[in-house]
């Protein structure tokens, strides 16, 4: 069994602070996780993901996330926020096979 | 770069009535699925598809509804009967099957049903 927590349903900041969104997993095997992004209207892309390489991964625009087996959790991180940022962030965890099971979301918002 | 592409963007149909949304998935993926987002809520999983039958399902997806993949390009989702509360976007996404590996979910843009 697998499921996904995902802490903040919301998160605002300011435009040049940092960004942090929080993902707790539950899983009864070595997961693969994974941030996808969805802009309003807008389908769903991936930010990065963790296969068990490097627990520390980088994505696309600046993100990053840290795969901390003891504290099962898997943050989503950017420095500095931008404008573009303001989305919908989905933590996602996979199995080998079968249902990718996905968190509630978290709403981010910029402000200027 | 290639991509999941679905058809229609938009679909208005009235109680009832049947539906069909296709997708094209990349073509070396072997693993196909179709989720919904009703709106504001969160993405929830419908079923999975592999090797030309289902692998998985959720409770969501009940008699009403079906996959298919005629010709070995499309994977289309049929719901034969329509209800209001079946009004959302359903994604459609594929990844490889590379051994060993879990690989991503590549996403379609989705395709918005509205229900009257």
């Known amino acids: 069994a697998q499921s996904v927590t995902q802490l903040d349903s919301h998160v605002s900041v300011s435009e040049g602070t940092p960004v942090l969104l929080r993902c707790n997993y539950s899983?009864?095997?070595?997961?693969?996780l994974f941030w996808y992004v969805q802009h309003p209207n807008k389908g769903l892309q991936l930010l990065l993901k963790?296969?068990?390489?490097?627990?520390l991964v980088k994505g696309i625009n600046g993100f990053e996330a840290e795969f901390k087996k003891s504290e099962t959790s898997f943050h989503l991180t950017k420095p500095s926020a931008h404008m573009s940022d303001a989305a919908e962030y989905f933590c996602v965890v996979s199995p080998i096979a079968g249902k990718s099971t996905f968190g509630d979301g978290t709403t981010l918002t910029v402000k200027p | 770069e290639p991509e999941v592409t679905q058809t229609p963007s938009h679909q208005v149909t009235q109680m009832g009535q049947e539906v069909i949304l296709r997708c094209v998935p990349i073509s070396n993926h072997l693993y196909f699925y179709w989720y919904r987002q009703i709106l504001g809520q969160k993405v929830e999983f419908l079923v999975s598809?592999?090797?030309?039958?289902?692998?998985?399902k959720s409770e969501i997806f009940d008699d009403q509804f079906s996959v298919e993949r005629p010709d070995g390009s499309n994977f289309t989702l049929k719901i034969r009967s329509t209800k209001l509360e079946d009004s959302a976007m359903y994604f459609c996404?594929?990844?490889?099957?590379?051994?060993?590996?879990?690989?991503?979910?590549?996403f379609g843009e989705g395709s918005r049903l509205t229900v009257l």
């Open positions: 963790y296969t068990s390489a490097a627990t």
């Open positions: 598809f592999y090797n030309n039958e289902i692998s998985e």
């Open positions: 899983s009864s095997y070595s997961p693969s």
């Open positions: 996404a594929s990844r490889d099957g590379l051994a060993g590996e879990v690989g991503e979910l590549f």
